[in-house]
């Protein structure tokens, strides 16, 4: 049996569509479908990672709103 791998994304409705399949009309085919679970984990581990890293930071807890308000100021005339 040959396989043809294609990666698609499901559609709203659900359905799945596939396109230049080197195939004949009325061929029997048969159709297995793996999810990529392993790219929503790996995103999920590198938002954990993110927000660990920017939420625990002590030195940004020592900053002041004003110091913060004073920063902007500075970005925005230029400098």
Known sequence: ???YKRIVT???SGSIVLTDLPLEPGQKVEVV???DEEEQ?????NLRVLL???QGP???KAISDDEIAEE???YRAGK
Do not use: N, T
């Not at 984990?41 to 581990?45: D, M």
């Open 1 to 3: 049996m040959l396989a």
């Open 10 to 12: 499901v559609k709203e």
């Open 33 to 35: 479908v793996f999810a």
């Open 41 to 45: 984990k790996e995103r999920l581990r």
């Open 52 to 54: 660990k890293e920017s």
């Open 58 to 60: 002590p030195q940004a």
């Open 72 to 74: 902007v100021a500075a």
